[in-house]
């Protein structure tokens, strides 16, 4: 070897080695950073909430820790442990600590595209912005002052009207994801779910089809959702709509897209039944449950279907209808590919998406102006949407919207075709 090139592999392993410990000092401030960070939001919250109890104890308390977290960013992963406290009220809805800075199932860093409105969704107003941030940006915090926010908020919106508005004569959508989701931000008067629909085109790309606010049981507002759609030049409608069976959206989809079939959601499904059954109970139904719908074949899930009923029926009747009312739509998806399954039995690529901001039981006592919560959903949506993956076996599609018969997820002419030449 050439003594120029030994010298260069020194020069190289150097930097290398002068990289990694710049970047594992930067990546350990950071977790200090962050930590220290974490520990004023807790405790401003504690103070915000120091009212006393009747037996003169503070109602909010600081309450330890949850176990260490790690959180991938792009200096490696920055480990946090995150505070939790205790409400003594005996109250229905107690009071919960939730960081703006590392919200809830949080495993990974967000770029400030989709953290500011992430912020929003969480309930932190335009002029708390640089603190909440500061940890991470530094001086460069200070820039995204209140005028800053606004204009922002103002484009987003913006693009919101003009993304309504869009040409979709050329779209065909073979599946939707549809449901109404809650935020922790509400919105002024009643009005507090936002209507939303993903779906997958032809060639098995997933898109965001409509969002808007609304009454998530409440059929006319739904109608109102796809009769924009036709007017916005939507005339394919999709083969399967997957979603919650307490939607007010299958009402509006038979009047607007009668042909589309109706697959119910397993995981809301799953969710409605435990519910009602005592906690002692629920691990071996979810078990159950799982056989059902993971089975190979539409047999092989009605005999499982059928063996939960009986086991149930019994002692736990109201699990039991939970179940029942549904069978048609909770079964659709064994007439499509078993490579679009997956994707079929769940409305996660909705789930997923909001996984930090949805929040059923308890709502942000701070309401937001109706176009500010709109237009931060909007931008989180189309930031996640370019991070959604193709559907699995896209090819497929196309034997879709021909209308070609699959049966227990299987093509026929293909089967038909592959034993014959089997048998030659």
């Known amino acids: 070897m050439k003594k120029n090139n030994v010298l260069e592999l020194k020069t190289q392993s150097t930097n290398t080695l002068i990289e990694d410990n710049l970047t594992n000092f930067m990546r350990i401030q950071a977790q200090k950073l962050l930590q220290v960070a974490v520990e004023q939001e807790v405790n401003e919250f504690v103070r915000q909430h120091q009212e006393m109890l009747p037996g003169g104890q503070q109602r909010v308390v600081l309450n330890g820790y949850l176990p260490e977290r790690n959180i991938q960013t792009g200096i490696g992963d920055v480990a946090v442990k995150m505070p939790r406290v205790r409400d003594r009220a005996t109250v229905d ?66 693009d919101y009207e003009a993304w309504q508005q869009r040409d979709l004569s050329k779209k065909r959508y073979v599946y939707w994801w549809v449901d109404g989701v809650y935020l922790k ?42 009769r924009q759609l036709k007017q916005q030049g939507l005339t394919y409608a999709p083969q399967v709509a997957v979603g919650d069976g307490a939607l007010g959206f299958w009402g509006a989809l038979t009047e607007i897209y009668p042909t589309t079939k109706q697959q119910r959601c ?93 929040h059923r039981t308890r709502l942000s006592k701070n309401c937001c102006a109706r176009k500010t919560i709109i237009a931060a959903t909007f931008k989180l949506m189309t930031e996640a949407e370019k991070r959604w993956k193709k559907l699995n076996g896209a090819k497929r599609l196309a034997q879709i919207i021909h209308l070609e018969k699959f049966v227990d997820g299987v093509h026929i002419e293909e089967q038909k075709q592959h034993q014959l030449n089997k048998a030659a």
């Open 185 to 226: 931000a509400r919105m002024e008067g009643d009005k507090t779910c936002m209507l939303v629909i993903v779906g997958a085109d032809e060639y098995g790309n997933k898109e965001l089809v409509a969002m808007t606010d609304g009454y998530r049981e409440n059929k006319a507002s739904w109608l109102s959702l796809l």
């Open 266 to 358: 397993w995981v809301h499904k799953t969710a409605n039944i435990l519910e009602k059954l005592p906690k002692s109970q629920q691990q071996k139904a979810k078990a159950a449950i799982h056989d059902i719908y993971l089975s190979a074949t539409r047999e092989d899930a009605l005999s499982a279907y059928q063996t939960f009923i009986d086991d149930y029926q019994l002692k736990y009747s109201k699990a039991v209808d939970c179940l029942t009312k549904d069978k048609e739509q909770l079964f659709a998806f064994y007439d499509f590919p078993a490579e679009h399954w997956v994707h079929l039995r769940t409305t996660n690529p909705i789930e997923s998406t909001f996984a930090t901001v949805r």
């Open 93 to 158: 809805e107690k009071l919960v600590f939730t960081s703006n800075l590392v919200p809830k199932y949080m495993r990974r860093t967000v770029t400030l595209d989709v953290a500011l409105p992430l912020l929003y969704l969480n309930g932190v107003s335009s002029n708390k912005f640089p603190a909440a941030l500061s940890a991470f940006l530094g001086d460069d915090a200070k820039n995204l002052s209140p005028n800053v926010i606004s204009k922002l908020k103002h484009h987003w919106y913006n």
